[in-house]
T-cell receptor
Framework: QKEVEQDPGPLSVPEGAIVSLNCTYS??????FMWYRQYSRKGPELLMY????GNKEDGRFTAQVDKSSKYISLFIRDSQPSDSATYLC?????????FGAGTILRVKS | SQTIHQWPATLVQPVGSPLSLECTVE??????LYWYRQAAGRGLQLLFY??????ISSEVPQNLSASRPQDRQFILSSKKLLLSDSGFYLC?????????????FGPGTRLLVL
């Protein structure tokens, strides 16, 4: 079993939809959670990070962490074609940092 | 503001040839530096990280090596490339003291070994 599981997609949605991207993990030592966005042939860019369970909001993006269920989510409201990219979750605990394989998102206009 | 550069952007090399990829960071001092490889459809694999000049930690055994000759310069090398070394190589930095926490990535180098 991988330490971090992320559905590779692709996830295809119409413009304006609410998008939910998810990762599950097995290592209870993970305490620090991040979401990155990666456009094709580019390096990942940090979208959000959080230490705690609960929700963190930044514009159209909301990161949610449920440590009891070992489940994290990224919600995108009013999705735009420019949101089309691969979204990577990442988690850190102790000296270990693990990335998910990424979910491909396609927003159709 | 901080910026991170990588070059070359794309590289095609024959099997058995040497490799040198360079990464430099601007706008910050004493950063932690990282080299990742990203294979198609797979997650980021951390190859090396460095907390200071001359200090290199290897995460996985492999055909590659890393060096940090200057504070904001990180180099990934190989003496003889293998076909399996093909991939997208990413350099990243994080603030001093926060090893493996919030990282900022460069534009990447796409390597194809033939």
């Amino acid at each position: 079993q991988k330490e971090v599981e992320q559905d590779p997609g692709p996830l295809s949605v119409p413009e304006g939809a609410i998008v939910s991207l998810n990762c599950t993990y097995s290592n209870s030592a993970f305490q620090y959670f991040m979401w990155y966005r990666q456009y094709s042939r580019k390096g990942p860019e940090l979208l959000m990070y959080t230490y705690s369970s609960g929700n963190k909001e930044d514009g159209r993006f909301t990161a949610q962490v449920d440590k009891s269920s070992k489940y994290i989510s990224l919600f995108i409201r009013d999705s735009q074609p420019s949101d089309s990219a691969t979204y990577l979750c990442a988690m850190k605990g102790g000296n270990k940092l693990v990335f998910g394989a990424g979910t491909i998102l396609r927003v159709k206009s | 503001s901080q910026t991170i550069h990588q070059w070359p952007a794309t590289l095609v090399q024959p099997v058995g040839s040497p490799l040198s990829l360079e990464c430099t960071v601007e706008g910050t001092s004493n950063p932690n530096l990282y080299w990742y490889r990203q294979a198609a459809g797979r997650g980021l694999q951390l190859l090396f990280y460095s907390v200071g000049i001359g200090q290199i930690s290897s995460e996985v055994p492999q055909n590659l090596s890393a060096s940090r000759p200057q504070d904001r310069q990180f180099i990934l090398s190989s003496k003889k490339l293998l076909l399996s070394d093909s991939g997208f190589y990413l350099c990243a930095w994080s603030s001093r003291g926060l090893v493996k926490e919030t990282q900022y990535f460069g534009p990447g180098t796409r390597l194809l070994v033939l």
